[in-house]
């Protein structure tokens, strides 16, 4: 698996795990948005949620993964046509504003379920309690865990929207550097 990146493509471990936190992203909504329809007290919501924890986790470790792994793969591809400065600058804010949102999302819901003491463990293993119990600061963390989560939907779609236009309309190859299989024109 090629790590550094080209001057036309992302590498493919650059790609596969952009596409790998889509699907993680993916699976942790799926799990609370399938979790609304199920019974309360029910083994499968129960279970939807320990796996939203489990994905939550997964998705905090697999960003700091990718932050290595995009400063050690080298300068990104270069787009072409190039793009003017307003759009290189809102590109850079939204891949900032879309780390922001995988760091800090899992660790709120990880502080909000210490505040409310409700232990979190990965596969059998407790891990440790970020805060003491505190019911308040529970409930604060879990309406600004929620909010980010749907900050979160925006994110994702106007990042997708911007690919597609950037493919579509402007015609350069920003999307085509991310695309699995693909060969930057």
Partial sequence: MRVKNSGTRYSSCVIGLHW???????????CMEVRDFVPKGSALRANLKTLHFLLGLGILALVV????VRWGAGAAPTIEPRMGW??????????YALYAFMIATPILGWL???????????????????????????RQLKDIHEALTTA?????????????????LIRDNTLLRMLPGSNAR
């Fill in 86 to 95: 307003w759009a290189a600058w809102s590109a850079r804010l939204m891949h």
């Fill in 20 to 30: 790998l936190m889509l699907l993680l992203l993916m699976a942790i909504y799926a």
């Fill in 112 to 138: 909000a379920l210490s505040a409310a003491a409700k232990p979190v463990d990965l596969f059998g293993l407790p891990l440790p309690m970020l805060v003491g119990a505190n019911e308040a600061l529970s």
């Fill in 152 to 168: 979160g939907y925006v994110l994702i779609g106007l990042h997708a929207a911007a690919a597609l236009l950037h493919h579509y």
């Fill in 65 to 68: 993964v990718r932050l290595g």
